[in-house]
């Protein structure tokens, strides 16, 4: 039985990556486009499915504003490119979203901020307080430190980190292409366009090109790689041609496109994650805590009886019963040193313990596997 492709109207957390082709064209900002892909996104919003915007564009914009020529810019012209045109990249995407009442946040993001355990559960932390509170984040790689991303253009690659880190369902790559083919289709005329990718291959990753526009740094290569990140954290992710006035509307319509269909759901992917970790230290918790981490609650410092281990903030711990029996595995939020001090107290007393205002759980139950 052939599988069936999701649809993006089903979508509970969307992420969305806009190339540099798409937004920015020979004239600048293509005002129109980013207006018609923010009616699509008020729309969803009104669905009540959460959108993060993953947005190239920041280099294209700046190098228009600084008159620096077409082409590959040296490294610091590109940094510099990049710190101009951010800011007019957050504008335009305010602009077109407030007439919707629909409120967002610039987040500037590199591949290392989803690599460093720290640093991903601090970008977690504030992309889930978006969320929650109705906001869409905007989201652009930070070109004005990341050499790398500016090197080899990875929007592709930090949109499927984004879409794993904030537990999104479903990942849309808006591109110059309406999906992946056996071969290059603009060189290749026997090219099959591949509607459905069940699992990623050997053969398929294979088929991965070079990119055509001067102004997109991505090609088909990095996608794949996004797609492999994505459906391994049971994100669905599809590869969409972008340049129609309503590309959501378009692809929930039935426009080609190409899904990458996922291993399992997001959160049961992140638990065998953090399931598979080694534990640094065991945090030892009460009966009442044990019960409430069965009943899906976090684990709040007033629970923990005892601290063992050297650990930072971000590492895997065990969780152990009153009788020492394991719970789980956990990412801590805080450090042992820390978590020995803050242990059997009240969430309200940490900023006096610590002498700083920290989070409320020792463990969030979205970083838990019990």
Same mark, same amino acid.
């Given at each position: 039985m052939a599988a069936l492709a999701p649809s993006l109207q089903q979508a509970r957390r969307l992420v969305v990556k806009i190339g540099s082709a798409l937004l920015v064209g020979p004239e600048g900002l293509r005002g129109? *486009?980013?207006?018609?892909?923010?009616?699509?996104? =008020?729309? *969803? !919003? #009104? !669905? $009540?499915?959460? /959108?993060? &915007? /993953?947005?190239? $564009?920041?280099i #294209?914009?700046? !190098?228009? /504003? %600084?008159?620096?020529?077409?082409? =590959?810019?040296?490294?610091e012209q590109a940094q510099a490119a990049a710190a101009v045109g951010q800011i007019r990249l957050a504008r335009a995407y305010e602009e077109a979203l407030a007439p919707h009442g629909v409120k967002t946040a610039q987040v500037l993001l590199t591949l290392e901020d989803s690599a460093e355990r720290r640093r991903y559960l601090n970008s977690r932390a504030t992309m889930q307080t978006l969320l929650g509170l109705g906001v869409v984040p905007i989201v652009n790689e930070n070109d004005t430190v990341a050499t790398d991303e500016i090197r080899y253009g990875d929007n592709d690659r930090l949109a499927a980190q984004? #879409?794993?880190?904030? $537990? =999104?369902?479903? %990942?849309? &790559? &808006?591109?110059? /292409?309406? $999906? &992946?083919?056996? =071969?290059?289709?603009?060189?290749?005329?026997? #090219? !099959?366009h591949l509607p459905i990718i069940a699992q990623l291959t050997p053969a398929i990753e294979a088929m991965g090109g070079d990119p055509v526009s001067g102004l997109s740094r991505g090609g088909m290569k990095t996608k794949l790689m996004a797609a492999r990140t994505a459906v391994a954290g049971g994100c669905a992710m599809v590869i969409a041609e972008g340049s129609v006035m309503r590309p959501l509307s378009a692809v929930a319509g039935g426009a080609r496109c190409s899904w990458f269909l996922p291993e399992g759901d997001p959160q049961a992917a992140r638990k065998r994650w953090i399931a598979a970790m080694k534990p640094k230290g065991v945090l030892t918790v009460d009966q009442g805590a044990a019960e409430a981490l069965r009943r899906g609650k976090s684990l709040l410092p007033a629970g923990v009886c005892a601290v063992a281990g050297d650990f930072g903030r971000g590492d895997p711990v065990a969780i152990a019963g009153p009788q020492g029996q394991t719970l789980g595995t956990g990412l801590a939020r805080y450090t042992a040193d820390e978590a020995r001090r803050i242990a059997g107290h009240r969430s309200a007393e940490i900023e006096s313990l610590l002498g700083y205002p920290g989070r409320a759980a020792l463990i969030h139950r979205d970083d838990m596997a019990l």
């Open positions: 129109d *486009w980013l207006r018609g892909l923010c009616d699509d996104v =008020a729309r *969803w !919003r #009104a !669905r $009540g499915t959460d /959108v993060v &915007l /993953v947005s190239s $564009g920041s #294209a914009l700046g !190098r228009r /504003v %600084l008159e620096l020529p077409s082409g =590959a810019l040296p490294l984004i #879409a794993v880190t904030c $537990g =999104a369902d479903q %990942l849309l &790559l &808006l591109s110059d /292409v309406d $999906g &992946l083919y056996t =071969a290059n289709p603009k060189t290749d005329p026997q #090219a !099959r």
